[in-house]
């Protein structure tokens, strides 16, 4: 089975672009999380989608946002980009019956730099 | 809201040696706690997790042990090869909280041949 997915692994921007980044979660899975990873903040939660809906927000600003499709395919976007938000963003998907604490499986990521 | 705190940041042992790392949680609602292993340029592995209900677990060379009333939770390696070498995680979550997992800050482990 084809493991979690993301596109694409590596983007540079200037600040003030937005940037749309994807994930493909294991086939049949239908939970997404996407977390951000830096050197200084270490692994933080953004949110998570189960059908289409979100279901859980980290606190992160609103530039921050993220959608579900039907086909349990994710995207986050972040708009006006700002130095900081230079990272690791990583993507997970769950076990299919959308409950809590169900093993979370990460993709590679997509390395985000903002000049 | 919850918070993850583990030690060492560092860790350096002899290929064949026992590797320990500890984590403490804040939040006494928290019932699932997973370890994931980072190598450079991949994403978390999931290597083994542990629910509330149980006190310890064992996957091969690899353990957990959890202490509810304590708050605290670790991670076992005996024999360790040059390829452990990789950063540690551990995490929390409440139960309550669809997909979020706090995660403590990683360890660094260096196994030396």
């Known amino acids: 089975k084809a493991g979690v997915t993301q596109t694409p692994r590596y983007l540079i921007k200037t600040r003030g672009q937005q940037v749309t980044l994807s994930c493909s979660p294991i086939s049949g899975h239908r939970s997404v999380s996407w977390y951000q990873q830096t050197p200084g903040q270490g692994l933080q939660f953004l949110f998570e989608y189960f059908s289409e809906t979100q279901r859980n927000k980290g606190n992160f600003p609103g530039r921050f946002s993220g959608r579900q499709f039907s086909n349990s395919r994710s995207e986050m976007n972040v708009s006006t980009l700002e130095l900081g938000d230079s990272a690791l963003y990583l993507c997970?998907?769950?076990?299919?019956?959308?409950?809590?604490?169900?093993?979370?499986?990460f993709g590679p990521g997509t390395r985000l730099t903002v000049l | 809201g919850e918070n993850v705190e583990q030690h060492p940041s560092t860790l350096s042992v002899q290929e064949g040696d026992s590797a320990v790392i500890k984590c403490t949680y804040s939040?006494?609602?928290?019932?699932?706690f997973p370890w994931y292993k980072q190598e450079l340029g991949k994403g978390p592995q999931l290597i083994i997790d542990?629910?509330?209900?149980?006190g310890e677990k064992k996957d091969q060379r690899i353990a957990v042990t959890l202490n509810k009333t304590a708050k605290h939770f670790s991670l076992h390696i005996t024999e360790t090869q040059p390829e452990d070498s990789a950063v540690y995680f551990c995490?929390?979550?409440?139960?309550?909280?669809?997909?979020?997992?706090?995660f403590g800050q990683g360890t660094i482990l260096t196994v030396h041949p």
């Open positions: 995490a929390a979550s409440d139960g309550t909280s669809y997909g979020k997992l706090t």
């Open positions: 542990i629910r509330s209900n149980v």
């Open positions: 997970a998907s769950s076990l299919p019956s959308g409950g809590l604490n169900n093993e979370q499986f």
């Open positions: 939040d006494s609602a928290s019932n699932y």
